[in-house]
C-alpha cells in the first residue's frame, strides 16, 4: 500500500494523473488526495541557516535524472539524485510503495523530502520503479495472496538495481543502505533475506511502515506477518523499522506482530515506535515535516552499520514568503475573488496541518495542498489547471502572504 503524502483541494478541475481529482465548479471542497509526483522543483528555495556556508551547495534539482536501469528484458525507470562532483558517493536505493489500481498508471516516485536529506549528506540516491509500475516495462505480479512470494519477486528488481549502479564509477559499492516505504518497507526485507548476499556492499536495510495489505485476501494478516517471519530467518544484515501508532494502513498491533514474527528467528533489527504522525503515520517519509521524525534515528543507525552521516552540502529548501499583513489568517472574507465555494474552501484550508498553502487567481480560481514536499508549488499548479491567469499565494502555513490585487507576488515562476 501507498498512502496520502499531500492533501490537496481546488475550485473547478485536478487530475489524477497529476495526484489531484475532479470536481465540478461547485462541489464541495476537496481533501484527503495523493499528490504522489509534485513539481521538479521546489518554486521557493533557501539554505537552512545552521548549515556550515563554506560547503558546496547543490542546486534545488539534486541534480536529478532518469535512467533506464536493465532488468532482463525490460528497463526499470530510476529516478537518481546525487551531489556535485564525480565521487564515488554512498548510496541509498528507496523502494516505492504501491497504490491501488494499474501500477502503470502510478506516477514516477520521487521522495523530495527523502532525497533532500540524504544528498545534503553526500549520498546518491537511487529510485527504482519496479517491473510494471510507472514507465518500467512489464506487468506487475502480485502473486495473489501470497504475501512471501510478493516480496521476493518485488526483490528482484531491487537487486538488479544494486547491481547496475554499483557499476557506475560515482557510487562507492562498498557503502550501500537499502530502505522502503509501505510495499517497498516488504521489498527492502525480502531483498535483504535472498538478493543481498549478492551484494556485499549492502550494510543495513532500512523499513518505514512495511507490507502488503491484501483486503481481498482472507487473513491478509496472518499471510503478512508469515511473509515477514519467513524473511526473518534469512536475513542477516541489521534494519532499522519505523512504525507509528496512528497508521491507516497497520492498524493495532499489526506492526508489531510483523516485527515480533521478523526477530523471532534471529534476525538483528531495531523497532522504533515514532508515535502519532499528522493524521496519518503511513505518510512520514513522503513528508517535508517528517524528517524531522526519522532522521536522527535513522542516522544513529547509519553510524552503526559504518555509513557517512556529516552534513557535506548545503541544499535549497522551499521558503514561505514573508507575512504582509494583508488580513488576519482566519478572515476568511478577505480572501480575494473567490466565491462562496472558495470561502468554504479556504475553511478546510484553515483546518490543515500548518505546512499548507492557499493560491487564487483573479478570475476566482483557488487550490490548496497540505504536506508534502513543497505545498506551496502544489497549490500554485492546481490553482494554474483551471485559471488563464496568474495563480498567486494568498496564505502559507500560518500567515496571509497576499500583497493585495495588482502587486506582484509569488507565482509558479521562479
Known amino acids: 500500500m501507498a498512502i496520502t503524502n499531500w492533501l490537496v483541494g481546488c475550485s473547478m478541475v485536478c487530475s489524477l494523473a497529476t495526484a489531484f481529482v475532479t470536481s465540478a465548479a461547485r462541489a464541495e471542497p476537496i481533501g484527503g488526495v495523493r499528490q504522489s509526483e509534485g513539481l521538479s522543483a521546489p518554486v521557493f528555495g533557501r539554505i537552512p541557516d545552521a548549515l556550515d556556508p563554506s560547503l558546496p551547495v547543490v542546486a534545488n534539482g539534486l541534480n536529478e535524472t532518469v535512467i533506464g536501469v536493465p532488468e532482463d528484458d525490460i528497463a526499470l525507470e530510476t529516478t537518481v539524485f546525487k551531489p556535485d562532483g564525480a565521487g564515488p558517493f554512498p548510496m541509498i536505493v528507496f523502494n516505492h510503495g504501491k497504490l491501488p489500481g494499474n501500477a502503470h498508471a502510478q506516477p514516477r516516485n520521487r521522495p523530495i523530502a527523502l532525497a533532500r536529506e540524504f544528498v545534503r549528506h553526500g549520498y546518491v540516491v537511487v529510485v527504482p520503479n519496479r517491473r510494471g509500475f510507472a514507465g518500467s516495462g512489464g506487468d506487475y505480479t502480485g502473486h495473489g495472496c501470497n504475501v512471501e512470494a510478493n516480496g521476493f519477486g518485488q526483490a528482484r528488481d531491487v537487486a538488479a538495481t544494486v547491481a547496475y549502479m554499483s557499476q557506475q564509477p560515482y557510487v562507492d559499492k562498498t557503502h550501500i543502505v537499502v530502505a522502503g516505504t509501505s510495499h517497498g518497507g516488504l521489498t ?11 551484494a556485499p556492499g549492502v550494510r543495513g536495510l532500512i523499513n518505514f ?206
Open 188 to 198: 527492502t526485507m525480502a531483498y535483504g533475506a535472498r538478493d543481498a548476499i549478492a
Open 209 to 414: 511502515s512495511g507490507g502488503l495489505r491484501q483486503d481481498e485476501c482472507a487473513g491478509w494478516q496472518k499471510n503478512l506477518v508469515s511473509a515477514f517471519g519467513a524473511y526473518g530467518e534469512h536475513v542477516r544484515l541489521p534494519s532499522l523499522w519505523l512504525y507509528g501508532d496512528n497508521d491507516s494502513v497497520w492498524q493495532g498491533d499489526l506492526s508489531a506482530q510483523m516485527y515480533s514474527a521478523f526477530v523471532a528467528h534471529g534476525a538483528h533489527a531495531d523497532m522504533l515506535d515514532f508515535g502519532s504522525y499528522k493524521s496519518d503515520a503511513h505518510r512520514l517519509v513522503g513528508d517535508r515535516d517528517g524528517v524531522q521524525v526519522w532522521w536522527p534515528r535513522v542516522k544513529a543507525f547509519l553510524a552503526q552499520i559504518g555509513m557517512p552521516t556529516s552534513v557535506q552540502y548545503q541544499v535549497a529548501e522551499p521558503r514561505a514568503p514573508q507575512a504582509s499583513g494583508y488580513a488576519n489568517l482566519d478572515a476568511v472574507q478577505s480572501v480575494p475573488f473567490v466565491d462562496e465555494n472558495g470561502r468554504a474552501g479556504y475553511r478546510n484550508f484553515l483546518n490543515q496541518y500548518s505546512s499548507r498553502a492557499f493560491a487564487v487567481s483573479d478570475s476566482g480560481a483557488w487550490s490548496w495542498a497540505e504536506g508534502g514536499d513543497d505545498p506551496m508549488s502544489v497549490a500554485i499548479a492546481g490553482c494554474q489547471k483551471q485559471s488563464a491567469d496568474p495563480c498567486r499565494l494568498y496564505a502559507v502555513d500560518d500567515a496571509v502572504v497576499w500583497k493585495g490585487a495588482g502587486v506582484e507576488t509569488q507565482t509558479a515562476s521562479r
